[in-house]
């Protein structure tokens, strides 16, 4: 029997993926995580790889809303740097937020990917918002300290379902 799988792809980095690929694969919005997903969580200024990140992404159409369980102070710091909306003090996997989002800017969640680092947190809510998921490495092996704890819970959970081919489909083998 052929499980449901808990994201739709999943990938090192969201840096190991050409801004192209998206489009290609027919989205027009990312929902990102911030910490861990972007960048490591004690990264208050966007680095430069960021800005030109971002960049290729909107040259190429895409729209990016960066979700956060993060405070205000840090979330809005670094991304109206930036100039993405957000959504800070989001309570993932609680999907009430984003689902609000779509609903008062007309997005068609048929066109997003949720992009996150944990799969408890991050991939619970894309699932819960109807959104298909990119789940990528941790940029870093440092966490902030409320972290932890599911990080180690996320990192067997995460090998559990890769095993059983649950992980969905690995978007640096689709690259050309
Ligand atoms: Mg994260």
Redesign the pocket.
Known sequence: MVRDLICTYRASSIYSLKPSLFSKLGFKYLFI?????LVQ?DVMIPPKKVFLYLEELRKEGIEVIIVSNNVYKRVSAFCSRLDVNYIYRTNKPSPKKVIRYLKSHSIDVNKCLYI???LI??MILARKAKMRSLLTE?ISKKDHIS?RFIRMIDYRLRSYYLKKGRLGISLEEQED
């Open positions: 995580d911030l910490d861990n997903t969580y996150g680092d944990q947190n991050d941790p972290t």
